[in-house]
């Protein structure tokens, strides 16, 4: 005869401790699939009413961060940060990123972040293509004007999401990329090594994966 198992039903009105909060809270995000838990999200994968979170640890935020987990109203954002989080969504996806999709991981931020700057998730995008197209070279630091390098050895965010973007956001040596093989990381790469005097130009830089790159370094 099977054991029988019982589970311990809690009673309406009973006392839940902070510990127990904060654990129901990630557990919320990991079945949501997100580090970004907003209320909406944890009302549907919680236990526990949100009101008595925000009772317990003052606002939703401050119990967010206590639980080890990332806030999704964060104010004052800067545009980097935020275009940085498009620039990671479209390489997750390999192609634009939709506004639903700032609700799941790999997101950072959720579409209120874009909303109060922005006003609206396509002038967000519409003012990261703008940003992107400005044509700039990294500027070389001291050292590198003595050795006459006429750009930086980094490539600026512009230049990196350029490159992938008329790459397709693929591995120009083996084809691979995020979008068919999650947790796979691109770079950016010099096609004329730095070491050898190429310069950080569109021209010269290609997007290779982590292993395609790696392999790279050792031949050279």
Known sequence: MSQIKFQLERVSGAQVSDHELLVDLRLAAQLAGTEILSQRLYSLHGK????TVHRHFGSWNKAIVAAGLQTANEINI????????????????????????????????????????????????????????IQEAQPPSVKEIVNERRTGRDPSLRMKFRVMKRDNFRCCACGANPASQPGLTLHIDHIKPWSRGGETTDDNLQTLCEGCNLGKSNVL
């Not at 526990?48 to 009101?51: A, L, N």
């Not at 980097?80 to 991981?105: D, K, T, V």
């Open 48 to 51: 526990y009413d949100p009101k």
């Open 78 to 133: 800067s545009d980097e940060r935020l275009f940085e989080n498009i620039m990671l969504l479209w390489e997750h996806y390999g192609r634009q990123p939709r506004r639903a999709e700032l609700a799941i991981a790999p997101s950072q931020f959720s579409q209120s972040a874009y909303k109060r700057r922005f006003n609206s998730w396509m002038d967000a995008l519409s003012s990261f293509v703008e940003y992107v197209n």
